[in-house]
């Protein structure tokens, strides 16, 4: 049943339905932008879901109860009531958003290692993927570090070079940014933990990987469930003890998973290249390698490889609790080109081709969507040009 099609005894008349329609349309899109925490900072979203969800979730909730009240026979006075009430806020709202921005949002070291000088990104396939879909993710390893001249710009390492600042900012100046390149691959088809995995899993996953200068990535394939997958993450990093000391000395290594959320929750893990589950349903941006799901998972992985080189042990930079960080990519949630606030990723650049939607070009003439990243000079999310 329609939401204004009710049984309801008072029903309004038909001529007066589309009026008021789009006057609750209307006062929903100003919500939407007059009061949203990304359009006044957009600082304080945590990465794991993208950034819209729990926003537009909420404007839902009010959108639902402002159409109930249409099949009220107070309709009227409530609506005047309404916007009499927001106008009359408004003026304080924004004076409360202006003295919010005019704080500073300063992500803070907390002493612990980086990771610096040559990384190798190990990546550990599990499940089943296409050569293709594998050289999506391989070569936008490739592309992080890259040196080639021939690269269009804005590129992927012009985009990665961004990170830099995190190291010019450790006193005394001794640190020096990784240097990312692909290491080994390693295919695991027949899905050797099953189709269910649990954390520890994830990281028994990821022990299979070199553990000296590297960070081994789990990419788990479309039919895998993994534990907190969609419900509460779409990736995660972390550290884990090494099986064999380096020095004699214990160490930890660094690893990644991301999952392939194409048939599972591409609304959720995979935005803007799907329509998101909440909020105005507009069309998804065309992927740039045409997979949403892998290049969902290169978002991802490109927001997680940030977080890692940034704060890989759990006591680099990052803003807030521990447990829940707020880091050098999931600081900008949704954030992808200049003017982006929530339901728009930014302006971007189009392939007149495809028409895919992409901000940084790649080696092997590949182009890539990429997540905005947090500027410790600035405490502005920064986005290629």
């Known amino acids: 049943m329609s939401p204004l ?37 957009q600082k304080f979203y945590r990465f794991s879901l993208p950034s819209t969800a729990y926003w ?5 909730i009010i959108k639902l109860i402002m159409v109930f009240f249409v099949s009220s026979r ?27 921005t005019q ?10 290692p980086l990771l610096t000088g040559q990384i190798s990104v190990n990546l550990i396939w599990y499940g089943k993927f296409r050569p293709s879909q594998r050289a999506i993710v391989s070569d936008f390893i490739d592309s992080v570090s890259s040196r080639k001249l021939t690269t269009a710009q804005p590129s992927v390492a012009t985009w990665w070079k961004a990170t830099e600042k995190y190291f ?38 990821a022990s299979k990987g070199g553990q000296k200068d590297a960070i081994n990535v789990v990419l788990t394939s479309s039919d895998v469930a993994v534990e907190g997958f969609c419900s509460s993450k779409c990736g995660i990093h972390g550290s884990s003890l090494s099986a064999k000391r380096i ?27 799907h329509q998101p589950i909440y909020g105005p349903q507009n069309p998804p941006l065309v992927a740039p390698n ?11 992985l490109a927001s997680l490889l940030a977080g890692t080189a940034t704060n890989p042990f759990g006591n680099g930079y990052f803003q807030g609790p521990k447990e829940a ?29 495809t028409g895919a939607s992409y901000n940084a070009h790649g080696v092997n003439g590949r182009k890539y969507l990429l997540p905005a990243l947090f500027d410790p000079s600035t405490s502005t999310c920064s986005t290629l040009p």
């Open 168 to 205: 010019n900012l450790v006193k005394p100046k001794k640190t020096s940014p990784p240097l990312l390149s692909l290491g080994t691959q390693i295919l695991d088809e027949k899905y050797s933990l099953g189709k269910s995995l649990s954390g520890k899993q994830i990281v028994q996953l």
């Open 103 to 112: 704080e500073p949002f300063l992500f803070q070291y907390h002493n612990g």
């Open 56 to 60: 537009l979730c909420s404007l839902q």
């Open 290 to 300: 045409n997979d949403v799901g892998l290049d969902g998972m290169v978002i991802n």
């Open 325 to 353: 960080p707020l880091e050098a990519a999931s600081a900008c949630p949704g954030v992808y080109g200049k003017g982006a606030y929530p339901g728009y990723a930014g302006d971007l650049l189009v392939d007149s081709t």
């Open 74 to 100: 107070f309709v009227l006075p409530v609506l005047l009531l309404f916007i009499s009430i927001n106008r009359f806020s408004s003026a304080a709202r924004r004076l409360s958003v202006s003295d919010q």
């Open 5 to 41: 099609t009710t049984s309801n005894p008072h029903p309004l008349r038909v001529a007066s339905l589309p009026k008021i329609s789009s006057l609750l349309e209307t006062i929903y899109t100003h919500l939407l932008f007059d009061y949203s925490p990304l359009q006044s900072s």
């Open 247 to 273: 020095n004699s000395k214990i160490s930890k290594f660094a690893y990644i998973w991301v999952g392939n959320s194409e048939t599972q929750c591409p609304g959720q893990c995979a935005w803007p290249l």
